[in-house]
């Protein structure tokens, strides 16, 4: 099945600074990723998703880039803001019913 | 918010017994996915439900087992409880198909000793 591989694990970064978070996966077929946010004792809120037809996708400061050929996919966050710190999650799927798989997720502090 | 609620929200269970938790999904979503986080770590996808079939699984024992209601609610059931099982369990909503965005609830925190 799917795997997907996430970094890194943690990540700090000065408020106003950019972060990027860096994903890879296994299923060539995976044509889905989209990126969670989660807050501690919260919900994952999707913040942005990408299709493998697409090469990259923004909003407002996040961004997302796929690389089809080398099977990964990158969050870029411009401009970090201190609500910006949370667990950051990717995530691939093949469609269907095959479920979402996960990263094990980045942990993005941002330093005042 | 989501629309998307889960019941209870906390709940303590001994190893051997069975739990049931509840899932009402946003209003119009045919698709309901089971997921389980353990502590720091990704969902993993259990099931997924359309039309109250089950129509896909993860790598999970057939002790998690569900049931998904013309109203678009939905259960997760666990049967012999084993300590492993102690994690956030999430619902998540979808028009249909994982090609659409996936709207999560906030989740059951299950506590297993």
């Known amino acids: 099945g799917e795997n997907v591989e996430q970094h890194p694990s943690t990540l700090s970064v000065q408020e106003g600074d950019s972060a990027v978070i860096k994903c890879t996966y296994s299923d060539s077929a995976s044509n889905y990723f989209p990126w969670y946010k989660q807050e501690l004792g919260k919900r994952p809120q999707l913040i942005i998703d990408?299709?493998?037809?697409?090469g990259e996708k923004k909003d407002q400061r996040i961004a997302v880039t796929l690389n089809k050929t080398a099977k990964h996919f990158s969050l870029h966050i411009t401009e970090t803001q201190p609500e910006d710190s949370a667990v950051y999650f990717c995530a691939a799927s093949i469609g269907g019913a095959d479920g979402l798989t996960f990263g094990k997720g980045t942990h993005l502090i941002i330093q005042p | 918010e989501t629309g998307v609620t889960q019941s209870p929200t906390h709940l303590i269970k001994t190893r051997g017994q069975q739990v049931t938790l509840r899932c009402s999904s946003q209003s119009g979503h045919n698709t309901v996915s089971w997921y389980q986080q353990a502590l720091g770590q990704g969902p993993q996808f259990i099931f997924q439900?359309?039309?109250?079939?089950?129509?896909g699984r993860g790598n999970f024992p057939p002790r998690f087992s569900g049931l998904q209601f013309p109203n678009y609610s939905s259960e997760l059931n666990v049967n012999a409880l084993e300590l492993d099982d102690s994690a956030l369990y999430l619902c998540?909503?979808?028009?249909?198909?994982?090609?659409?965005?996936?709207?999560f609830g906030p989740g059951t925190r299950l506590l297993v000793l």
């Open positions: 998540a909503s979808t028009t249909g198909g994982f090609q659409e965005t996936q709207y």
């Open positions: 439900y359309y039309r109250e079939e089950e129509n």
């Open positions: 990408i299709r493998s037809n697409v």
